[in-house]
């Protein structure tokens, strides 16, 4: 089920050490209001959550999960495998997210979206940024609905780009493809995200790698009183 989104403010930091990642995201971003862009740790970043690109069991145990959970303890993983094991009966499928308290100040949230399957999996030639970046904004859109203003600000980094193996620029286009889908639409069902998001990119890998693709959200739906 999808419902129309209203329209909330939210202030998105994309922060990276990469400086090839962060040039990507000033091309796809460039006309963008209300992102942040700057080279720097997602640690730096005074947000109400962070965005950590995982696997579908919610292991912390490389790339940037691992320096999270240095950074907030090892909770930090409990919570995540607690909250895919209660939703998703263990295995957080790419295309959804989890959204769970990191026990800190700084930030208040983590979300936690996989790009891959398994550990140190190469993603390049898949849509996976696109739908882990799709995800992890449809959790905010579901915090906020729990909790009304709980998530102002977020925080990512280029997802899949490191030990996924996507090149830059297509990370940052696929990123850009998320981000605007969450202005557009909330999606209350994964497989309904997923769905859209692969019937409108599943030629991409034909086009040029300077392309952006807006998603078309679905036809809007009969909401029941």
């Known amino acids: 089920m999808t419902e129309d989104r209203v329209q909330v403010p939210l202030r998105v930091?994309?922060?990276d050490v990469n400086t090839a990642v962060v040039a990507a995201w000033r091309a796809a971003f460039a006309d963008t209001p209300g992102v942040e862009i700057r080279r720097g740790s997602i640690l730096d970043e005074d947000v109400d959550a962070w965005v950590s690109p995982t696997n579908s069991r919610g292991r912390m145990d490389g790339g940037l999960d691992a320096v999270i959970k240095r950074h907030l303890g090892a909770g930090i993983q409990l919570r995540v495998q607690r909250a895919i094991r209660d939703g998703h009966a263990g295995r957080l499928p790419v295309?959804?997210?989890v959204c769970v308290p990191s026990g800190a100040v700084t930030p208040r949230f983590l979300i936690s979206a996989p790009t891959m399957q398994e550990s140190a999996q190469n993603v390049s030639e898949t849509l996976n940024v696109a739908l882990a970046c799709a995800a992890a904004f449809q959790a905010v859109h579901r915090q906020n609905a729990a909790v009304p203003g709980s998530i102002a600000s977020v925080a990512?980094?280029?997802?899949g780009a490191r030990t996924g193996g996507v090149p830059a620029r297509v990370c940052a286009n696929l990123m850009w493809t998320g981000w605007t889908l969450f202005h557009d639409h909330a999606f209350?069902?994964?497989d309904d995200l997923r769905r859209t998001i692969t019937a409108q990119l599943d030629d991409l890998e034909r086009g040029p790698d300077t392309r952006r693709v807006r998603i078309v959200p679905p036809a809007r739906r009969s909401a029941r009183r």
């Open 188 to 190: 209350e069902d994964d």
């Open 156 to 159: 990512l980094v280029g997802m």
């Open 13 to 15: 930091v994309l922060a």
């Open 95 to 97: 295309g959804s997210a």
